[in-house]
T-cell receptor
Framework: SQQGEEDPQALSIQEGENATMNCSYK?????LQWYRQNSGRGLVHLIL?????REKHSGRLRVTLDTSKKSSSLLITASRAADTASYFC????????????FGTGTRLLVSP | DTEVTQTPKHLVMGMTNKKSLKCEQH?????MYWYKQKAKKPPELMFV???????INESVPSRFSPECPNSSLLNLHLHALQPEDSALYLC?????????????FGNGTRLTVT
């Protein structure tokens, strides 16, 4: 299966701390995306990194991609209670269609 | 609030019922998707429509029948479902065939099959 594996499965931190989530995948990709999901809601796109990029920033988010290791990481700096959510990486295969396959997800809890 | 609207938000149906889930977007996106998500699991792709044509069917049982009446609407018709089909059904859209456009998700329909 192409499905990515994320670790940790769950992460609990205090406000102000940084949170790092890791994603590993199995086959070659076109790009990798990170999404956030609040409990029982839809997913929200956070950031997209192409296969020829190594690092990307967006606000308090920093994403890295290592295609040789087939892995990516999402760093949230100076976390806030409002960052509490599940975070999923998603890989897009090298096909003509947008077939997005989600990883297993990391549940992040940020305590005030 | 999202730009992809799904109705109803909650649905309870018996195994002999026929119901439909609806999804609507007005962003001019030409690709639309159905995902199924069980509790504490990632979303799983069911169907992809591109330019109103079914492009991907991930071997979904025929009791789920998708329909794309036009570029803004996506339906999922349900018939003779099983209790294990209870899940959050998510609709999403993206700009088109390209691989680099992010998905915009609705908030889902929480389906319970009794």
């Amino acid at each position: 299966s192409q499905q990515g594996e994320e670790d940790p499965q769950a992460l609990s931190i205090q406000e102000g701390e940084n949170a790092t989530m890791n994603c590993s995948y199995k086959t070659s990709i076109n790009n990798l995306q990170w999404y956030r999901q609040n409990s029982g809601r839809g997913l929200v796109h956070l950031i997209l990194i192409r296969s020829n990029e190594r690092e990307k920033h967006s606000g308090r988010l920093r994403v890295t991609l290592d295609t040789s290791k087939k892995s990516s990481s999402l760093l949230i700096t100076a976390s806030r209670a409002a960052d509490t959510a599940s975070y999923f990486c998603a890989t897009v295969l090298n096909t003509g269609f947008q077939k997005l396959v989600f990883g297993t997800g990391t549940r992040l809890l940020v305590s005030p | 609030d999202t730009e992809v609207t799904q109705t109803p938000k909650h649905l309870v149906m018996g195994m002999t019922n026929k119901k439909s889930l609806k999804c609507e977007q007005h962003m001019g996106h030409r690709a639309m998707y159905w995902y199924k998500q069980k509790a504490k699991k990632p979303p799983e792709l069911m169907f992809v429509y591109s330019y109103e044509k079914l492009s991907i069917n991930e071997s979904v049982p025929s009791r789920f029948s998708p329909e794309c009446p036009n570029s803004s609407l996506l339906n999922l018709h349900l018939h003779a479902l099983q209790p294990e089909d209870s899940a959050l059904y998510l609709c999403a859209s993206s700009q088109g065939r390209g691989n680099n456009s992010p998905l915009h998700f609705g908030n889902g329909t929480r389906l319970t099959v009794t």
